[in-house]
């Protein structure tokens, strides 16, 4: 049996995932991260993006999450972030909705900008996830439901 590791995926609202998993792929703001068993101690910050998890059985399993933590120990990965989708969550938003949020978000963020209550920095975040969100919802809308 191949070796696998731990994968503990949290959001502040729940747990999303808790298994074992021969491979990982994370998004950092250093870059997307690949994660093995026995992979050496490390500490990132997420970005917002697709984590795939591999599982024993050659089945992937994809999540999207927020900015978050990323922990890895040599058999055990932890991410944490703002909050995550599942691709059943994905599947139960209407893209045109997310689409007017990020409209929305777009507006608010200007009009605070302008009164100078919310830095550059802080909004650059909220419309990166919001974008990175429409792109994988919409990816998932082009594959079909379930695992790949």
């Not at 991410?79 to 608010?108: F, M, P, Q, R």
């Amino acid at each position: 049996m191949a070796m696998t590791i731990r994968v503990d995926i949290v959001s502040m609202e729940r747990p999303i995932f808790s298994g074992d998993a021969s491979f990982v792929s994370i998004p950092t703001e250093a870059g997307e991260v690949g994660v093995t068993p026995l992979h050496t101690q490390t500490l990132s910050i997420l970005r917002p993006g697709e984590v795939r998890v591999h599982l024993a059985d050659g089945s992937v399993v994809r999540y999207f999450v927020g900015f978050g933590i990323l922990e890895v120990q040599p058999m055990v990965v932890s991410i944490i972030a703002d909050w995550a989708l599942t691709e059943e969550d994905a599947h139960g938003v209407d893209a045109s909705e997310l689409e007017a949020k990020l409209a929305e978000e777009a507006v608010y963020i200007r009009d605070y900008e302008q009164r100078g209550q919310l830095d550059f920095t802080s909004a650059q975040s909220i419309m990166i996830e919001a974008e990175e969100r429409l792109k994988w919802v919409r990816s998932l809308r082009g594959m079909g439901a379930g695992r790949r």
